[in-house]
């Protein structure tokens, strides 16, 4: 794997963990990987080649508010490492994130820290499927930097017909027969 730039923001033993961890949560339904926080590609290029290597079809979308903070960009190791398996999208991180996050099945967010709270409850209210989210959790970096959730969606059991009896008028009809002789 090459990753062209210099600047990490994890550590090499971090960046396998990760590897690692997302290659064990994919499964036979991972359809996307959704990435919060491109920055340099550290990870990007991680998430790419563990999708390429469980399977092809698995797709990694990155978002971040810029996408050339950085010199070389994400987009070129992800292009010397010769994957296709991505897209990057750039500006309005929040409005992406929403738009993006019912199409993931995994979720890496190491980008609004802050907000954390707020995402994983935007999250648990919108998974159409069961979501696993790996969060970069900073005050715990000096241990095992990545917590991890999983969110499966509210089943609401189906409310069935009502079958309403129709009712039939019974009309009670006498016949009145004349009777003289």
């Known amino acids: 794997m090459i990753y062209l730039n210099t600047f990490k923001q994890l550590e090499d033993d971090a960046v396998d963990a990760l590897y690692g961890l997302v290659k064990d949560l994919i499964n036979k339904n991972t359809t996307n990987i959704l990435e919060v926080g491109t ?47 991505y897209s990057i999208e750039s500006g309005d991180i929040e409005r992406r994130f929403e738009e993006n996050v019912i199409k993931a099945n995994i979720i890496y967010i190491d980008r609004l820290h802050d907000d954390i709270a707020k995402l994983m409850t935007f999250i648990q209210k919108s998974v159409i499927v069961p979501t696993k989210v790996i969060f970069r959790n900073p005050k715990n970096a000096s241990n095992y930097p990545f917590d991890v959730t999983e969110f499966k969606p509210e089943v609401k059991p189906r409310a069935r017909k009502k079958t309403v009896a129709e009712k039939e008028e019974v009309k009670d009809t006498t016949e009145n027969k004349k009777t003289t002789p």
């Open 39 to 85: 920055y340099a590609g550290q990870v990007t290029v991680r998430l790419c080649k563990a999708a390429g290597e469980k399977n092809s079809a698995i797709n990694v979308i990155s978002i971040d508010d810029n996408n050339d903070t950085f010199s070389p960009t994400a987009e070129e190791s992800l292009k010397e490492n010769h994957y296709r398996n």
